[in-house]
């Protein structure tokens, strides 16, 4: 079972952009779905953006047009690159693998976007 970690959230202006990180511990070829979630106090869980081995992508309507998914994996890497960042993007963002034989989560990196 791979493990997940997240990085390259922070504080941003309005209208800023981030791009985070998923790192998997091992090869990512096997994993049929990444997935990138969000979740706020208070909040449900929503589900940001999936992209399969396929290397298709889908998006949450909050976010079309503004974030793109993408994965590397000669580098194990699964990006979320966020433009025009809103404070109702603020949130802890997780990443998570789907596999046939495990569900892998990653700790999750912190997201602020405040003037």
């Known amino acids: 079972q791979v493990q997940l970690v997240e990085s390259g959230g922070g504080l941003v202006e309005p209208g800023g952009s981030l791009r985070l990180s998923c790192t998997a511990s091992?090869?990512?070829?096997?994993?049929?779905?990444v997935n990138w979630y969000r979740q706020t106090p208070g909040r449900q869980r929503e589900l940001v953006a999936t992209?399969?081995?396929?290397?298709?992508?889908q998006y949450a309507d909050s976010v079309k047009g503004r974030f793109t998914i993408s994965r590397d994996n000669a580098k194990n890497t699964v990006y979320l690159q966020m433009n025009s960042l809103k404070p109702e993007d603020t949130a802890v963002y997780y990443c998570?693998?789907?596999?046939?034989?495990?569900?892998?989560w990653g700790q999750g990196t912190q997201v602020t976007v405040s003037s």
């Open positions: 998570n693998a789907v596999t046939r034989d495990y569900k892998s």
């Open positions: 091992g090869s990512i070829v096997s994993i049929y779905f």
């Open positions: 992209i399969n081995n396929g290397y298709s992508t």
